[in-house]
């Protein structure tokens, strides 16, 4: 009995851990994987174009046009998989997109993150070329200010996973996405989150898995025991 009691606890302990990391993690942005069909100067059901004409495009339909594959680098798969949203600059030219976000608590931290990548545009040799290969970085806005940025990237195959902290001043308040500087670049974004405290939640631990699973066999083996 002493047994059956450890392994329960053990049980009940390891799924309290998984329960509560799992609302941790919740995030409060709608379609925060920017899924939707590739469109030029479009974005994904959720969001919307506030300056510039951002695209959603894939590996296979760059600028969102159909067919398009004239990345500056070919990129990998999204670790979010799907489309995502593609952002460009050139001086005074700026795009960028937003969403409201519902059910903040004032004074509460939270932690936004997403993955960058920068797979820039190459036309070199169309009828009008169109070059964005510069290295830029993602830029965050909460109610048309400024939070800070992630890391300025330079062309590369591979995304990075950013994130910044902030505050919540109101219940609602507009969260937006552009470049951070005039050098002209076109930077992907894609799995956008917004979750509650100071710090991206984390995957559970191996160590926790393991005590789940240690329980769950303890239970098992408890009632094998008793049912002998």
Known sequence: MQF????????LSALLCL????????????NGSLTGSTVNMGTPEGWRILEGTPDTLDRANNVGV?????????PTASPDGGTWVGLGINGSYVE????????LSVGQTYTVSWFAGNFGLNRPDAASPVQYL???AIDV???????????????SPN??????VFTATSASQQLSFRLADTTKAYLSIDGIAVVTGGTTPAVPEPGT??????????????KRRTLG
Do not use: K
């Open 19 to 30: 329960s509560g990391a799992a609302a941790h993690a919740a995030s409060i942005v709608v």
């Open 134 to 136: 510069g290295s830029n």
């Open 96 to 103: 960028r997109f937003s969403q409201i976000l519902h059910g």
């Open 66 to 74: 159909a067919g398009a594959t004239d990345f500056g680098v070919a």
């Open 141 to 155: 806005m909460l109610d048309g200010v400024s939070i800070g940025h992630g890391s300025t990237l330079g062309l």
């Open 159 to 164: 995304w990075l996973s950013e994130s910044l």
């Open 4 to 11: 059956t009691r450890l392994a329960s606890a053990a049980a």
């Open 209 to 222: 898995w393991a005590l789940m699973g240690a329980g769950l066999i303890g239970l098992a083996l408890a």
